[in-house]
């Protein structure tokens, strides 16, 4: 029974569904199951439980159609009289989780067997997207449900409407987590992802009159099919208490901590199916649950909302993704959210680890690598050192030394004030044992950087504890000290840590001899995601091209494709795919939103969580601009602008009121084009609400530019700009993050490229506090449109929001400071204008676009999650592939062989 305990390979007769050119798991002859080693069953016991679970479903169209039946009758009870299309994709989701169950055993199973070295994965988002579709590519299983569903009288494509978008994330941190597991899993390196099950996500936005509003995004309102909850795998997780002495059995002074309040952590696990691999991963979620479920005598004394006040408590952690921390009790949740989630973890991966009997403590570094997915799981350092300090009794040197060499931590941020820190009275309040640990980790750090460099200044940076404005913890320093590595996400971004972020950290660990410790890791897509499912025509192109799918786990054969750029054959099928492209976002925009585009126009997307480095007021500031050069042409004149349809979308931060003023002046700049019939011909401007995994499905292959340009300096890495080269579309942008890369790898003239340099940003602003920032005269003609209530439709109060936008930007004494136009709108923007009329231009020349789309989308194999992978696995975790083996065909002794109705079982290509 596989997962029941370890492989005997003598006995282990591994038999693997069938790969064709085209279809994975399609054959129809008998498959049989790996057999555990001894010790599982027992005197024959379970003989026939062993019989029943020894071969895998077929994937013939006959048993996954008797497979869907039988769920749709006997797991939802439908009938065929009632059997919706809700219904087939709950039924037709259940058949093929249950493969996707049978390989997540075997594989669970298999590194258990080999006892390979685990990497565990911790980050606060997971933006999986939907799972139906990408279970069924990753498995090849599509041919076989497609003929299945058919011929039970449903279309496969009109089911993938049904699958939710689960509520685990919000913006690129939590894509990219979700790309790494498919690629860790397509990699079968054995890691494992985990996270919080949130019952509501962060929010769904919605636009009332033009404004985001924020409602409950309750994905789990139907079954989640994709899940498995594990009531049998829970972690207590305390918070509050008192830490208390005692001495341990052999006389020795140890601390616990005790009292408080303990929550249940309940483990969900959602299988992650690699593709063209036979291992199958998982991420485990946990959900929030209460220690003791119900206060009967509460309940009895008439106090019925006391009586269940524990359970909400519970609830509460588990609840929303980024509770609102504008207040002291949303950072408190906030707070309680990254421990449970860290506690629940670590608990559950050195359980895992202590599985093989008389394993060392000694062996945790070689057989455990965590990584640290920005500063959310910062606090694995100091639970980590609890629970080998308190529980296992280790020695806190030994203790110590074992957490640093497990730990590995993943900055996203360059901007010193976006890492986390926490008071010291919060984290003594609800965290008491860990307070007492991180003061003791500080205390032997501090005494070395005396020692090092004298009590100066330097010491005061470096230390763990803030002083002021308020004593906190500082959680980026916390993971650089608890880490083995710590890498940036882009070339430039991982420059900017070194010589900004923690430059003096970087000093010290060159001082020391680590200057190896921090590393580059640039970030990436997963090609099966953001090309095969994205946009099928543009694979089947590179298929064609190339003679085989090799291209989805090998982007570098692309680059073959170089050749073709001017191919006129090529240009026609990558014309045609770019208008299906715009056909299908067209119909999903009129479906949607009652939008009408012309899919003739050109596609200008802006995408990205909405935020004030990111610049979408800057691209509202130019839609107005060119809006005003078309109004004030005469009719001759405007028919030679270029079309445009500018989309916009991203969720703002529900306290962040500068972010969802620029959600309301973007919409009102829609609506005012809309009701001009001088413009409206030649322009369009809307804002895509609640923008998710599969709305950017179809965005990203429609694109024909879209906008990446944040602040020279600012951006991390972004990879929304790899999804929309990789589906044939270029970029106008700046040269930060990962941008500055593309570029490299595409060629200049791939990307429009404007305004200053990471190294140019300080001494503007050393100019613009001397006075010497000019404001060019078209800018200045915008917020004078702005101010005069152009786009305010008719509300004052609108235009007094709109005006104090651009205050500050257009404040001389302040423009270019902290205080003032903070990420250089102002100074790009007359660079910005020029790289959209090249734009235009360069679109103007169809054969000189295509061209280029093509040589920019078949460039981008550096932009692979499958390489970025690659490199956290060699030089970061020092995990192995561990790809399970491929089964062969059952044979039957003393019998004649079952007759074979496909062909054989091979590997594909």
């Known amino acids: 029974m596989a997962g029941a305990s370890v492989w005997d390979p003598s006995r282990a007769n591994f038999e693997m569904h069938r790969k064709s050119s085209f279809s994975l798991f399609s054959d129809q002859a008998p498959r049989e199951r790996p057999k555990p080693a001894g010790g599982a069953k027992k005197d024959g016991q379970h003989d026939k439980l062993w019989e029943l679970m020894e071969n895998y479903r077929s994937n013939d169209v006959d048993s996954v159609q008797r497979d869907i039946v039988a769920h749709a009758e006997y797991t939802l009870a ?50 999986m997207g939907r799972a139906f579709q990408n279970a069924l590519v990753n498995l090849d299983l599509e041919p076989s449900f497609k003929d299945a569903l058919m011929g039970l009288g449903f279309e496969m494509e009109d089911l993938f409407a049904h699958d939710v978008d689960p509520g685990l994330g919000n913006g690129g941190l939590g894509r990219l987590a979700a790309c790494f597991l498919d690629s860790m899993a397509t ?21 009332v009159d033009g404004k985001q509003v924020e409602r409950p995004d309750y994905w789990l309102a139907s079954t989640y099919p994709w899940e498995i909850p594990r009531a049998d795998i829970t972690y207590p997780v305390r918070f509050g208490g008192r830490v208390e002495d005692y001495a341990d059995e052999a006389g020795a002074w140890r601390q616990r901590w005790v009292g408080g309040e303990i929550v249940q952590a309940m483990a969900y696990d959602n299988p992650i ?48 993704l980024y509770p609102n921390d504008d207040k002291w009790e949303g950072k408190v949740l906030r707070l309680k959210q990254q421990y449970f989630f860290v ?90 044992r860990h307070l007492q640990i991180v003061g003791e980790i500080n205390l032997r750090f501090v005494k070395e950087l005396i020692k090092m460099y004298g009590d100066v200044p330097k010491v005061q940076r470096l230390s763990i504890f803030q002083e002021e404005p308020f004593k906190a913890i500082r959680m980026g320093n916390l993971a650089v000290l608890g880490s083995t590595k710590v890498n940036g996400v882009a070339a430039i971004h991982t420059e900017i840590v070194k010589k900004e ?33 994205a946009n099928r025509p543009l694979s089947d192109i590179y298929s064609k091209y190339l003679g085989s799918q090799k291209w989805l786990t090998n982007m570098e054969l692309l680059k ?22 715009k056909q299908h976002l067209a119909t999903w925009l009129k479906e949607h939103m009652g939008l009408e585009v012309d899919v003739n126009s050109l596609f200008d997307m802006q995408f990205k969580r909405i935020h004030e480095y990111k610049r979408q007021l800057m691209n509202a ?119 500055i890369e593309i570029r490299e790898e595409g060629g200049n003239d791939t990307m429009f490229i404007f305004g200053c340099l990471e190294d140019e940003v300080e001494s503007i602003k050393k100019k613009a506090e001397g006075g010497h920032y000019p404001i060019d005269a078209r800018m200045q003609e915008v917020f004078k449109t702005i101010r005069a209530g152009a786009f305010s439709l008719g509300d004052a109060q609108v235009t007094s929001d709109f005006s104090g936008l651009i205050d500050k930007l257009s404040d001389t004494t302040k423009a270019g400071t902290w205080e003032g136009d903070k990420y250089l709108l102002c100074y790009d923007f007359p660079s910005y204008l020029d790289a959209q009329e090249r734009v235009d231009a360069t679109y103007a020349d169809q054969k000189t676009w295509i061209k280029l789309c093509i040589q920019a989308s078949v460039s981008m194999a550096k932009f692979s999650t499958d390489r970025t992978i690659s490199d956290y696995a060699e030089v970061i975790w020092g995990v192995k592939p561990a790809p399970r083996p491929a089964p062969q065909e059952k044979q039957t002794p003393n019998a004649e062989k079952p007759k074979a109705t496909a062909p054989q079982p091979k590997k594909k290509a």
């Open 273 to 320: 199916p690699g593709f063209d691999t036979f291992n199958t991963n998982n991420l485990r979620l946990w959900r929030s649950c209460p220690a003791e479920e119900f206060d009967f005598d509460a309940f009895n004394d008439s106090k019925y909302s006391e009586a269940v006040e524990q359970r909400r408590r519970a609830e509460d952690l588990s609840a929303v």
């Open 78 to 127: 439908c009938t065929r009289f009632n059997l919706s299309d809700a219904d087939a994709y709950r039924a037709a989701s259940l058949a093929v989780r249950d493969r996707l169950l049978e390989s997540f055993n075997d594989t669970s199973a298999y590194y258990l067997e080999q006892d390979v070295k685990r990497g565990y994965y911790l980050s606060a988002e997971y933006l």
């Open 187 to 207: 990699l079968s390196l054995p890691v494992w992802g985990y996270g919080i099950r949130y019952t509501y996500g962060i929010f769904r936005q919605h636009i």
């Open 343 to 432: 506690s629940a973890s670590l608990q559950d991966l050195l359980r895992e680890f202590l599985r093989k009997p008389n394993r060392q403590w000694s062996e945790l570094p070689d057989k455990v690598a965590v990584q640290m997915n920005d500063t959310h799981p910062t606090l694995s350092v100091l639970e980590m050192m609890r629970l080998l300090v308190d529980v296992q009794k280790l020695n806190w040197d030994q203790a110590w030394d074992l957490t640093k060499r497990t730990c590995n931590y993943t900055n996203h941020t360059v901007m010193p004030e976006a890492l986390e820190k926490w008071p010291v009275e919060m984290l003594e309040e609800q965290l008491p």
């Open 560 to 581: 073959e494709l170089r050749k073709k750029t001017e191919d006129p054959a090529l240009h026609k099928e990558w014309a045609a795919m770019k208008m299906q492209a």
């Open 621 to 739: 500031f130019y839609l107005i601009h060119r809006y005003s050069q078309i109004k004030r042409a005469s009719p001759q004149e405007r028919s030679k602008f270029q079309k445009r349809t500018c989309l916009i979308g991203g969720k703002a931060a529900p306290a962040y009121v500068n972010a969802k003023t620029i959600i309301k002046l973007i919409n009102n700049i829609g609506q005012v084009i809309k009701n001009d019939p001088d413009v409206s011909p030649y322009l369009t401007v809307a804002f895509v609400p609640n923008y998710s995994v599969s709305v950017a499905e179809a965005i990203c292959p429609a694109s024909d530019i879209s906008q990446h340009i944040s602040t020279a300096g600012t951006e991390a890495s972004g990879t929304s700009n790899m999804k929309f080269v990789m589906n044939g579309g270029l970029i106008i942008g700046t040269m930060d993050g990962a941008n």
């Open 501 to 533: 972020t923690f430059a003096e950290f970087y000093q010290y660990f060159c001082d020391i001899g680590q200057k190896d410790m921090f590393v580059n890791m640039t970030n990436g897509v997963t090609p099966r995601r953001w090309i095969h499912v």
